[in-house]
């Protein structure tokens, strides 16, 4: 009976990951476009252009209640979720449409999907490609439309790239001054020398700051001359600038070959990117990047607290009332909600540790706080205190299964007890030490709650590692794939639009959490078999 139930359990998850999975993958499936021929309850005709999200049945009977009239004998009616896009030209870019109003249905060859860095897909009918003052259309047009949009994204990606790292990087420079200057003023060594010396690098700054401007200003207009002219539904042509259009692709023209080179791309980009539109289109590497840099700082700070502790139970401290306390206390701290070290970790780290810390090394950022502020630093504290018991009780079972000859034999030879532990101890009790990081980085990888107080936001507009010194930015705040499927599932304001990332970010996170463990694990298994030796 336990062997049967474990079984089931394991293919629920099984089955849970791979609905998950399927659900969040094809989502990047290049789906079929349609174009409808509506007829309302009024007799009035309307052209609807989109892709089918979702189908349903729905009781005819609550249709009428609702006030629409059907003219059907059947209990239920189809009912199908639209994807229109256009969105600044229509009131929602999602819309159901019953089944029965559909008098015609067709899938053209031409019809488009356009990506767009900002107000999400557009659907209709590519008419012509304005390039170089010329008007392209027909064959002239197809030929270099993909050309034109590539070029476009190359010159916002050079854009992107000298806003974000040059001039990024003297804005980083110009508040360093700043803080110099009022520095020198609380200190009262702001000689007029001193403050010559940091007009005169502050001059420099804004020169080169002037100059990168122009050329960021001439990248834009450059990346904006060019567009693209789309019929929509509504039978209106509309001007694209090709600064804002990511990609174009017409997916009832595609083979099996170039739909699975388009899923690959898809998945790419949504990797690789950065959230748009409110964290409803676009990638997740924000999050990404957030995730495993807080969790590899939070191994490295709960690795060593948590074994020495352990040594300390385990190896040193007298079989007392105090010590069993101490372990009763341990097992204890594991059972605590989640949420309560958050608040603890925004009591203690955040305002206590950094106000402090701002205090005494940052005063003349006041009372703009640097570490009194959540960041990935706290965040990282917080969630090495919640998985700290795991580390040691895990050292603790890995240093009871050695066997006290091997201790006795070392130190016959003439080893004092540090060497002990250093050089017989601790490698035999190295697989353990990593059973309790896996455990803890699979538990802190997946932890929401508590980060919501002491570091994660929404949308970081810096990683905590860039080019400026000193490189490393703990005191910043950052994104997490966690956080990312709580906002985007229920603090979306497009909510269809939401719903596939959202199965999409969770295997995400999933992967993420599984290529972490597997990564322990192999490093577990070679030191297993390092130390093979010493257990014989």
């Known amino acids: ?57 729905v ?68 008419v012509a490609l304005e390039q170089d003052g010329q008007r392209l259309t027909g064959e002239a047009m197809h030929a270099a439309l993909e050309g034109a949009i590539d070029d476009a994204n190359a010159l916002n990606a050079q854009a992107d790239r000298l806003q974000s790292k040059d001039i990024g990087r003297i804005n980083h420079q110009l508040e360093r001054l700043r803080l110099e200057q009022r520095k020198l003023a609380l200190n009262g060594q702001d000689t007029p020398q001193a403050l010559a010396s940091i007009q005169a690098r502050r001059d420099e700054l804004n020169q080169a700051y002037q100059v990168l401007e122009t050329e960021l200003f001439a990248l834009r207009n450059q990346a904006g001359r060019d567009a693209l002219f ?107 909600p989640s949420i309560v070290y958050g608040v603890f970790g925004l009591g203690f780290f955040v305002y206590m540790v950094g106000g402090s810390i701002d205090e005494l090394f940052y005063p003349e950022a006041l009372p703009n706080p640097t570490f009194g502020t959540p960041g990935v630093l706290w965040s990282a504290l917080t969630l090495a205190i919640l998985t700290l018991p795991v580390v040691i ?5 890995g240093l ?79 994104m997490h794939l966690g956080f990312h499927i709580y906002d985007v599932g229920f603090q979306s304001p497009n909510v269809e639009a939401a719903r596939p990332l959202v199965y999409a970010t969770s295997f995400l996170l999933v992967t993420v959490i599984v290529a972490l463990n597997l990564t322990a694990i192999a490093v577990r298994n070679h030191l297993r078999e390092k130390f093979r030796a010493f257990e014989h």
């Open 59 to 126: 009781p005819v009977e609550r249709l009428r209640d609702a006030g629409i009239e059907l003219d059907t004998d059947e209990e239920f009616v189809e009912r199908l979720l639209v994807k229109t896009g256009n969105r600044e030209y229509v009131p929602l870019d999602f819309r159901w449409v019953l089944a029965p109003s559909m008098v015609a249905s067709q899938t053209p060859a031409n019809l488009a999907v356009v990506e767009r860095a900002r107000n999400g897909n557009f659907y209709g009918y590519p």
């Open 393 to 397: 009780v895990s050292t603790e079972e």
């Open 230 to 336: 789309v019929e929509d539904m509504r039978g209106q042509e509309v001007r694209l600038p090709l600064s804002v259009v990511k990609g174009i692709a017409f997916p009832n023209d595609m083979h099996l070959l170039s739909k699975s080179w388009h899923w690959l791309s898809a998945v790419g980009s949504f990797i690789v990117d950065e959230p748009r539109e409110a964290n409803t289109e676009g990638g997740v590497f924000p999050a990404i990047f957030g995730t495993v840099f807080m969790v590899l700082l939070m191994a490295v700070i709960v690795t060593p607290f948590g074994v020495m502790a352990a040594i300390y139970l385990h190896e040193y401290a007298h079989k007392g009332p105090i010590t069993r306390l101490i372990r009763i206390a341990v097992i204890n701290l594991a059972g605590v």
């Open 400 to 478: 009871s299964r050695i066997p006290s000859a091997v201790r006795h034999g070392s130190l016959a030879l003439g080893a004092t007890k540090a060497e002990t532990l250093w050089r017989i101890i601790l490698p035999m009790a190295s697989p353990a030490i990593m059973t309790g990081l896996i455990l803890a980085v699979a538990r802190a990888a997946g932890e929401v709650a508590p980060l919501m107080l002491v570091g994660v936001v929404k949308l970081a507009p810096q990683l905590p590692v860039d080019g400026n010194f000193p490189y490393v930015h703990l005191d910043r705040k950052f």
């Open 1 to 57: 009976m336990t062997g049967g139930a474990v079984s089931l359990s394991l293919v629920a998850v099984l089955g849970l990951l791979l609905l998950i999975a399927w659900r969040g993958l094809t989502f990047f499936w290049p789906a079929t476009l349609y174009e409808w021929q509506l007829t309302h309850p009024d007799g009035s005709q309307e052209r609807l252009i989109g892709e089918v999200y979702d189908r349903e049945w």
